[in-house]
């Protein structure tokens, strides 16, 4: 049954990235200016654009242009030809109009720096968001709860940038405590790495890691009111033992399902964050591309996000069965 259930999720998601390909490339495509015009610049001659037009393969009717890309996604595609001809190696998601280099080799040379904010930030968040939950749900109607609470409500009200900017003026400009953030590989510098990634992730974590912390609170107060655990308390054990063995788990599943889907989201590019970091990642090659009108690259980012959201749901999906018994797949 789950085998059938699985085959099930991995159609739809077949059927959900057809659909986005095909809402994406009539979108960048077909609803923009001219790609050959912008390529082109403003000084070319109607000859040379005709010429793009062809290479592109523009002056083909929508239904072969579409199918072009989708089989250059899965075996690649030619571009022009005779002696202009250009092959694009699958997964072939074009050239970028502005640089003229494989899209493809753009994301994978940044998906690394969008990978390491999402998952430092993913760490920060569920460790202080679900920890200031759990003790506020303990201590409920305490000034640990009131002062946590009251302060995640605030963390969620500051817009990253503004929380970035801030940042960078007291620890960078005025303190001097951290150096200004740069893609580093950890193998190179350890100790920069950190460094470099620091303010990122606090940024970034510190609205996730509020909602996570008023929910996780909600959640814990709603579990703890049940009938299960007045009968576990009635039994005898211990408050801390009664939190770990029996509150825990039906008061963090709902939060599995949200960290599945924020941090998929992530995966596709934190965009203000790399951007005002200057941190040359998925989400700033996005923002400099949406300024430049790069089709082809903007595309690429959101099939990009698209897929991680979708394996993302996916998963959750198959770890909640796990995780709470009332949902699994059994056999009728």
């Known amino acids: 049954m789950m085998a059938r259930y699985v085959i099930g999720r991995l ?15 009539v979108l960048f495509f077909t609803l923009q200016p001219d790609p050959a015009v912008m390529i082109c610049g403003k000084t070319c001659t ?15 009717p929508f239904l072969t242009q579409f199918l072009g890309f989708l089989g ?3 075996a690649g595609r030619d571009y022009g030809e005779g002696a202009n001809l250009v092959h694009c190696a699958a997964p072939c998601l074009g050239y970028s109009f502005q ?46 709860d009131r002062t946590a609470m009251g302060l995640a409500l605030g963390g969620s009200s500051i817009p990253n940038y503004v929380l970035a900017l801030a940042l960078q003026y007291v620890l960078v400009v005025q303190l001097q405590v951290l150096p200004f953030p740069q893609a580093v590989a950890f193998s190179d510098d350890p100790v920069v790495w950190f460094q470099s990634y620091l303010m990122p992730w606090i940024v970034l974590a510190t609205g996730y890691a509020c909602l996570y912390a008023r929910l996780t609170r909600a959640n814990v107060i709603d579990t703890l009111a049940e009938n299960f655990m007045r009968t576990a308390r009635s039994k005898g054990l211990s408050p801390a033992l009664t939190m770990r063995r029996h509150a825990l788990r039906p008061a963090l599943t709902p939060i599995a399902t949200i960290f599945g889907m924020d941090f998929a ?15 040359n990642g998925v989400g700033k090659m996005a923002a400099d591309s949406i300024a430049k009108n790069d089709q082809p690259v903007i595309m690429a980012v959101t099939l990009l996000a698209a897929f991680f959201v979708v394996i993302g749901n996916v998963l959750v999906d198959l770890v909640y069965t796990r995780l709470d018994p009332r949902v699994r797949i059994t056999t009728p």
Do not use: H
């Open 99 to 144: 640089t003229n280099q494989s899209v493809m080799d753009m994301v994978v040379e940044r998906l690394p720096v969008s990978a390491t904010v999402a998952i430092g930030a993913a760490v920060l968040w569920l460790l202080v968001g679900i920890a200031a939950g759990l003790l506020s749900a303990v201590k409920e109607g305490t000034w640990w």
């Open 46 to 60: 109607p000859e040379r654009i005709d010429q793009i037009r062809d290479v592109l393969g523009l002056n083909q």
């Open 265 to 279: 989201a992530l995966l596709g590019g934190a965009l203000i964050t790399e951007t005002v970091f200057g941190l």
């Open 11 to 25: 159609a739809g998601v077949v059927v959900i990235l057809f659909l986005v390909c095909l809402f994406t490339f």
């Open 72 to 74: 250059g996604i899965f």
